[in-house]
């Protein structure tokens, strides 16, 4: 057996895995934590803060990447860097459970994020020293392909498998109708369904309307009863319906800025409906119902019942008993739910509640014990199969001061170049939109419908937006990619544009109409994330076009901090605009954001031949 191939290990051995690891941590903090902390309850202000804020080791990425090449090989990095991830969603899964879960949680995020965004500069630094230019051409296909796999994984396959362990680690699902029009005499009460005991299969509300305080008054007596038998934690009885606030001491932003900003766009551009709900001012009437184990619990176990509507008429709310927790000392006892239908209702009209026992804390820990283990054998594997390229030493020919001088060299070079403001303006500005809606699509698919969105269990969202949305994401930046190489960056930034903001619009008439049609459902992500993809060609070219000329590599990792600068800040106040204004106008908000971007087009100057595949040029 010769040297070469001892020393050397064919490329399909490595490139398929090296990127699929390359593309979960990513994946694990931009997308799989959003929707972790929307079941566990966190509020949507704080999920989109939280969250983007973990882009900022994507932006100070090219600051640190010149020591990557100094302290040790690219090879010892990724093997590193792939152990670390391991641990950090090792002890993600360990403090799911514990009740200061969301602190510790997001340190362990943290970890995944530097770790996620050093083995990135590993990987592609490795990917180029490892590879001729001819293999870098050949296999730059498999190795974006398998990024895309690992999306496919972890937005869809990890998600699916964590709705499935939600449902399977509780009881059976409870079901009931609730109708507005009054009880049928024949109606039979108390109904026993597999694992509880309801006081009716369908609960009637009479037309018309009580008064306010009388409503107040009925809630306030289920919740008092709830609280005093243990099925609603003390702290929670106070809580408005699905949303969950958290007690700090005020700080001088909340009294000066956060405060009296948010009073103003509630006032001027909130929904009206929804500050009503907020105040408890309602009209309507109401109708209870109560629900128990048929078994008692064991008393190591409880049982924490979630009910929300499943699909109907959102004129009928849940306004009380949302979440119930039973235990051996409360099971032999009923708990009580409060639904209000709204005056506005006409005619006969119906909706279904569904509630869930799944032991979500359990699930989401199993998710990521098995993305733990995932990569604790992908450091292993590479361990073992990555090469040894000649190429890949630690830079002991340079010295520290050496390295900063040139890196700041390079850093001053990049915005020296010609016409730069406009450039970073429209790096910045083109995915306005999206970055708000990034933030907020999973969040919008899992919540109620009687809280403005769709309802659908955590399954629902993987296959929706984890599988079905990123297939199109897929072909829609194939075609774009295609499409580019024709008639260059030039002819197609405009329509490019256009692609990737308009179909925002899917989601201003998803949440208005609220479709209980998954096949519908799927085909509106389908059409934004197709567009997005389409669209986002225009961006990845734009920032190789300005990167063009000596040191385009460091430029370019400049760009790519850009890019991520304009997801992470307007993505942290996208929960807090949506709390404010509720999902109807947020959705609209992010179709105004869709204009800065447009209005910095006619500024660009780019080559008319830029990007145009010269063999193609010819033939045409």
């Not at 509880?196 to 305080?213: E, H, N």
């Not at 955590?458 to 072909?475: C, K, W």
């Not at 256009?498 to 179909?503: K, R, V």
Request: aromatic share 14%.
């Amino acid at each position: 057996m010769s040297l070469r191939k001892i020393n050397r290990r064919s490329p399909w051995c490595w490139i398929p895995t090296l990127y699929f690891a390359e593309g979960i941590p990513y994946v694990a903090v931009m997308t799989i934590a959003v929707i972790l902390y929307k079941r566990m309850g966190v509020s949507n202000t704080e999920i989109a803060l939280y969250t983007s804020w973990l882009y900022l080791p994507w932006v100070l990425k090219p600051l640190w990447s010149p020591f990557v090449d100094i302290l040790k090989t690219r090879r010892w990095w990724i093997i590193m860097m792939q152990l670390l991830v391991g641990a950090g969603l090792t002890g993600i899964a360990f403090t799911i459970p514990a009740s200061f879960f969301l602190q510790v949680t997001l340190a362990f995020f943290w970890l995944l994020a530097f770790s996620s965004a050093t083995h990135d500069i590993a990987a592609d630094g490795f990917y180029m020293i490892a590879l001729t230019p001819h293999e870098q051409s050949l296999y730059v296909g498999i190795r974006s392909t398998f990024y895309r796999i690992a999306m496919i994984t972890g937005q869809g396959l990890l998600i699916i498998l964590a709705g499935w362990l939600e449902i399977v680690s509780g009881y059976s699902p409870v079901e009931f109708k609730v109708m507005n029009s009054p009880v049928p005499e024949n109606e039979r009460f108390i109904t026993s369904q597999k694992d509880f005991i309801l006081s009716s299969s369908t609960l009637y509300i009479a037309p018309g309307t009580i008064s306010a305080d009388s409503v107040q008054n009925v809630v306030s007596r289920v919740n008092n009863y709830n609280r005093q038998q243990g099925f609603v934690p003390a702290e929670e009885v106070t809580m408005s319906p699905n949303k969950a606030k958290r007690l700090v001491t005020e700080s001088w932003w909340e009294n000066y800025v956060s405060r009296p900003l948010g009073n103003f766009i509630r006032k001027h551009f909130g929904d009206e409906e929804n500050a009503k709900t907020e105040n408890s001012v309602v009209s309507g009437n109401v109708g209870i119902i109560s629900v128990k184990p048929i078994k008692i619990p064991e008393p190591d176990r409880e049982i924490v019942l979630n009910t929300h509507l499943r699909r109907g008429d959102n004129s009928f709310q849940l306004i009380a008993g949302e979440r119930l927790v039973f235990t051996h000392l409360n099971g032999d006892k009923p708990a009580y739910m409060v639904i209000r239908a709204d005056a506005m209702l006409t005619g006969k009209s119906e909706a279904l509640f569904r509630g869930l026992s799944g032991n979500i804390p359990f699930a989401w820990s199993i998710t990521f014990f098995v993305l733990a283990g995932m990569f604790l054998f992908l450091s292993g594997y590479h361990r073992w199969v990555l090469p040894r390229p000649s190429g890949d030493r630690q830079g002991n020919f340079r010295t520290v001061k050496e390295v900063f001088r040139e890196f700041w060299k390079t850093f001053v070079s990049f915005f020296r170049k010609k016409e730069i403001g406009i450039g970073i303006l429209f790096m910045l500005t083109y995915r306005l939109a999206e970055s708000q809606l990034l933030k907020l699509a999973s969040p919008f698919m899992l919540d109620d419908r009687d809280a403005g969105g769709l309802g659908l269990t955590t399954g629902e969202v993987g296959m929706v937006y984890g599988t079905v949305g990123v297939i199109a994401l897929t072909i829609g930046g194939i075609l774009g990619g295609i499409a580019a190489s024709r008639k260059g960056l030039y002819f197609w930034l405009w329509p490019m544009a256009l692609a990737i903001s308009l179909p925002n619009l899917v989601y201003v008439y998803l949440s208005y109409m609220q479709p209980e049609s998954l096949l519908w459902i799927n085909i509106a992500v389908a059409v934004e994330q197709f567009g997005y993809g389409f669209g986002f060609t225009a961006y990845m070219l734009y920032m190789i076009y300005i990167s063009e000329g000596e040191h385009k590599t460091a430029h370019y990792a400049i760009c790519t901090a850009f890019m991520a600068l304009g997801m992470m800040i307007p993505g942290m106040a996208a929960g807090w605009i949506e709390e404010l204004i509720g999902y109807n106008r947020f959705f609209i908000w992010v179709m105004i954001c869709t204009l800065p971007g447009f209005a910095v087009l006619p500024f660009l100057k780019i080559d008319r031949t830029f990007g145009i595949n010269e063999d193609t040029d010819e033939k045409s």
